[in-house]
Nanobody
């Protein structure tokens, strides 16, 4: 059973930066098969995949990231990160970490990760203009 806990959200002005963290307790048990990622949801909108990483090193980003965000992980600490730069008000949302213990090899599906993954409680990001 995976347990995810996000942190690092906050309020920043447009152009600012934040780094989110997600501790994935138990993920090391699936060291060869897991995938993890981030998605977001703002009030009245659908969930939106942001980025994902597979244990094989494959990384995918949503198009809107446009080089502003970087996903990374520390396997020893069982922690996933999302470094966000050049934030704008459209990035305002609750950000969630998602993880799947078993992810098939091949192209990483952010949609499947968001739909079927275990998720944390979220951390709020608010960007003011």
């Amino acid at each position: 059973q995976l347990e995810l806990s996000e942190s690092g959200g906050g309020s920043v002005q447009a152009g600012g930066s934040l780094k989110l963290s997600c501790v994935a307790d138990g993920i090391r048990l699936f060291a060869n098969t897991y995938c993890m990622g981030w998605f977001r949801q703002s009030l009245g909108k659908e969930r939106e995949a942001v980025a994902g990483i597979h244990t094989d090193g494959t990384i995918r980003y949503a198009d809107f990231v446009k080089g502003r965000f970087t996903i990374s992980q520390d396997r020893y600490k069982e922690t996933l990160y999302l470094e966000m730069n050049a934030l704008n008000p459209d990035d305002t949302a609750m950000y969630y970490c998602a993880a799947r213990a078993y992810c098939s090899s091949g192209p990483l599906s952010l949609a499947d990760l968001v739909e079927f993954g275990t998720r944390g409680q979220g951390t709020q990001v608010t960007v003011s203009s």
